[in-house]
């Protein structure tokens, strides 16, 4: 098979090439998949269909013979993969992203072509950094590289590694220093297996998990493994550094994984909902079902705004971006969380089935907390944006310009990746001017222009979430920055859930302002699903709802017209076969 060279093509491509989920003559469709799930292994063929077409390609950089140039695009073509099947999404090629991420950042040239070539030629690359024992907490793992002859020794074991038995690739986190704390108590090895002696590094065997259960998670113990002085990734004692700095990365592309998950369980659900009984009525004739299909709808735009601001502003904000993918990755996972819940309600008792029609939505319930990353926990990602909030609260909020409007823009080019210059720490808060400049767009707003008979409720709204960071910058404007002692009591911490709802909104109005002056989609540049997330929004916050006149047209409140028209854009793309986010891509 030829790849396409343009993101679009290679989408597509890749989509038809896995075939449609409902067919059940496709060897990789629901049927096949949920088959191989039951039995804990890969779906069969599955992987030879991602070598055709070259998935790992995608995880290199194109100036070391890769297709990786755009981390937005890279987002869109892990949606087919993990609408299908998170254990494919991840087991085949996400994890070995993942173990390359600190090898693009930090890697010497050579490092960096090793993996390259590895990647490229259809071997793995594992990462050995998550210890089951210590959750996340990598700086407490139990692998040690202490100073010996010919190079470093490592010893100690790890578990649950993604690929672990069959990658020759390793990244392996390991103490270097003897004491028990410090930032530079760790560093980061670059092994090849296949170099190693045979009898200093030993599998463990796989371990079964709950979700992504035909992935292959495995363990490795070293025993006074020597490996060269030139494994280290970067500089001795850089290894809590890198991993922060690939988590930024990392953390990009979390919306786009979960998004994919609760596309399929969206799209199982609705399916289940419109079916007609004998009676000629269906679950649909509900209201609460109706709003439940209508709110998992907007969940998944709201995420995929996510996911665009964070992705894209790798490339465009590179020193402000830091806030806005730990902001992300905290946000996504909560509310793909919660509107499963409230899908799984409306099923019934088939969200319990795990096989036939609905039994891809059991599957996606338990792959979320896996692929979402769920162990790394939503307050480590609350802590990294934290701290950042009285600086922006003093500096920044109501004072600087907003962010470019290529961030919300997804079908427009972008610089390339320049992975030095990403910042662990926001200097600036542009997608909070973004917010700012959208309220005063629409307070100036010609309203009597004909089509903007929806604004007046999108400014009632955008001028509510104004008026929330007016408040967030009274409250962190009190703090002194770098006082850790306040910030970390447990009112600050809501605070910080309360900035990612502000953040959430930004990127929802941003894109959808930008789609206003060329519209290249209808449904975007309509202002009811901008509205709808807002509203949706605003009600977690306990914001004052606008008050304002009936709808003309159908009698009814303005919100409650803006969600029958993404109700009604729902259903059409279920029946349409297309995707539920920002691009309403076509399906197999």
């Known amino acids: 098979m030829t790849t396409p060279p343009g993101p679009q093509g290679r989408i597509d491509a890749l989509e038809a090439a896995l075939g449609p989920l409902d067919d059940p003559a496709n060897p990789l469709g629901a049927a096949a998949l949920l088959a191989a799930d039951a039995a804990g292994e890969p779906v069969s063929g599955a992987e030879r269909v991602l070598d055709v077409f070259g998935l790992n390609a995608e995880f290199v950089p194109a100036e070391l013979g890769g297709r990786l140039w755009r981390m937005d695009v890279l987002g869109r073509l892990l949606r087919p993969l993990f609408r299908r099947d998170a254990s494919l999404g991840f087991g085949y090629g996400l994890s070995c992203f993942f173990a390359a991420v600190p090898v693009w950042t930090a890697g010497s040239a050579a490092q960096r072509r090793f993996v390259a070539r590895l990647l490229l030629g259809g071997d793995r690359v594992a990462v050995a950094r998550h210890e089951v024992a210590h959750g996340n907490d990598f700086v407490r ?149 109706r709003d439940v299909l209508t709110g998992a709808f907007l969940d998944l735009l709201l995420i995929d705004c996510l996911a665009l601001v964070a992705t894209r502003a790798l490339h465009l904000l590179p020193h402000q971006m830091s806030v806005y993918a730990a902001s992300a990755a905290y946000l996504a996972p909560r509310l793909a969380a919660e509107t499963m819940d409230e899908m799984a309600a409306v099923l019934g008792e088939e969200s319990f089935a795990v096989s036939g029609t609905y039994g891809m939505f059991q599957k996606q319930l338990r792959d979320l907390p896996v692929t979402s990353l769920g162990h790394a926990g939503s307050a480590g990602r609350q802590v990294s944006i934290l701290p950042q909030l009285p600086h922006f609260a003093r500096y920044a909020w109501f004072a600087e310009r907003e962010a470019p409007a290529a961030l919300f823009r997804p079908h427009e080019d972008l610089p390339p990746l320049d992975l030095p210059r990403l910042s662990l720490l926001s200097g600036s808060d542009p997608l909070a001017a973004t917010l700012v400049a959208c309220t005063e767009w629409l307070e100036s707003a010609d309203l009597t222009v004909p089509g903007r008979e929806d604004w007046p409720l999108l400014r009632a709204l955008a001028r509510a979430f104004t008026g929330e960071l007016r408040e967030l910058a009274k409250a962190f404007g009190e703090i002194e920055p770098g006082d850790r002692a306040t910030l970390a009591s447990p009112h600050n911490f809501a605070l910080a859930d309360r900035y990612t709802l502000v953040v959430a909104a930004a990127a929802c109005l941003g894109t959808w302002r930008a789609q206003t002056g060329a ?24 914001l004052p709802m606008p008050d304002l006149p009936q709808d003309r047209a159908g009698g009814g409140s303005p919100v409650a017209a803006c969600e029958q028209r993404v109700l009604a854009e729902a259903l059409d793309r279920l029946h349409g076969r297309r995707s539920y986010d920002l691009y309403g891509s076509a399906l197999a």
């Not at 090895?189 to 190693?196: C, K, Q, T, V």
């Not at 290894?239 to 690939?246: I, V």
């Not at 369980?265 to 007609?276: E, I, K, M």
């Open 141 to 289: 793992d139990e692998l040690t590289a202490r100073p010996a002859a010919g190079g470093l020794s490592v010893s100690g074991s790890k578990t649950a590694i993604a690929n672990a038995a069959r990658s020759r690739g390793l990244v392996v986190f390991a103490r270097t220093a003897a004491t028990q704390s410090g930032g530079r108590s760790h560093s980061v090895l670059l092994l090849d297996r296949a170099a190693l002696p045979a009898d200093r590094i030993t599998d463990t065997g796989r371990h079964s998990t709950t979700g992504m259960r035909g992935a292959e998670f495995g363990g490795l113990a070293f025993t006074d493994c020597t490996v060269p002085d030139d494994a280290v990734l970067g500089r001795v004692g850089d290894g809590y550094e890198l991993s922060l700095r690939s988590s930024l990365l990392i953390r990009g592309l979390i919306p786009s994984i979960v998004l994919a998950g609760v596309d399929t369980a969206l799209r199982t659900v609705a399916a289940f909902a419109t079916r007609r009984r004998a009676d000629g009525r269906s679950s649909l004739d509900v209201r609460h079902v």
């Open 519 to 542: 519209p290249s989609d209808a449904f975007l540049a309509n202002p009811a699903w901008a509205s709808a997330v807002l509203h949706r929004l605003a009600r977690r916050l306990g």
